[in-house]
């Protein structure tokens, strides 16, 4: 067990809707980074949050969005899906100043139909 | 630009044998350097990491790593595999531009026949 927290496990939605994947990291950690992992495309970087802020972005598109919230968990939005974005969605995290190995929760598997 | 590469889609090797996954990387600087494991319907957990300081490191699960600077590779080996090891294995190096991201390989595919 990592202590990186996701929900939900899985989530069926259909194309053109909105959902919400839940991230809490590890205690005591502050930095939440966000991935999708497809097929396809393999691990891709979404997005990073440190204490709130937005540190960096990736791969994330606009129909994305993702914040951190002041008791340090971390929302991804997805809306106006489309079949392409099913996919593993993981959220993992650190401490600041560490050797940069990422914690990574179980992951959300979404799959849009 | 920092990247890894994993040139193997796939490695199969029988039970008892020594297995390899190969990784090189593209970095400017000294690197960071990582391996995870991802079995089925699971998350990715981290094996073992490579910052400085003795070229040979060991990690979880009986998992070894040798950082080769002259050839740009971070191969992961374990002397003796086992069924169990069957998963997905993924290179990763820290970016250090301006956040502290893992930018990961493609991953390979381990197979260990009995």
């Known amino acids: 067990d990592s202590g990186v927290t996701q929900t939900p496990k899985h989530l069926i939605t259909a194309t053109g809707q909105r959902v919400t994947l839940r991230c809490s990291p590890r205690s005591g950690d502050l930095s939440v980074y966000w991935y999708q992992q497809s097929l396809d495309q393999g691990l891709q970087f979404l997005i990073h949050y440190y204490n709130g802020e937005e540190r960096a972005k990736g791969n994330i598109l606009e129909r994305f969005s993702a914040q951190q919230f002041p008791d340090l968990h971390s929302e991804l939005n997805l809306s106006s899906l489309e079949l392409g974005d099913s996919a593993l969605y993981f959220c993992?995290?650190?401490?600041?100043?560490?050797?940069?190995?990422?914690?990574f929760g179980e992951g959300s598997r979404l799959t849009v139909l | 630009a920092q990247s890894v590469a994993q040139p193997e889609d796939q490695v199969n090797v029988a039970e008892g044998n020594p297995l390899t996954v190969k990784c090189t990387y593209s970095?400017?600087?000294?690197?960071?350097l990582f391996w995870y494991v991802q079995y089925p319907n699971r998350g990715l957990q981290f094996l073992l990491k490579?910052?400085?300081?003795?070229?040979l490191v060991k990690g979880s699960y009986g998992f070894e790593a040798e950082f080769n600077k002259s050839q740009t590779s971070f191969h992961l080996k374990k002397p003796s595999a086992l069924v169990s090891d069957s998963a997905l294995y993924f290179c990763a190096v820290r970016d250090m531009r301006n956040t502290d991201k893992l930018i990961f390989g493609t991953g390979t595919r381990l197979q260990v026949f009995p």
């Open positions: 993992a995290s650190n401490r600041e100043g560490g050797t940069g190995e990422l914690f």
């Open positions: 970095v400017s600087g000294n690197p960071y």
């Open positions: 490579y910052i400085t300081g003795d070229n």
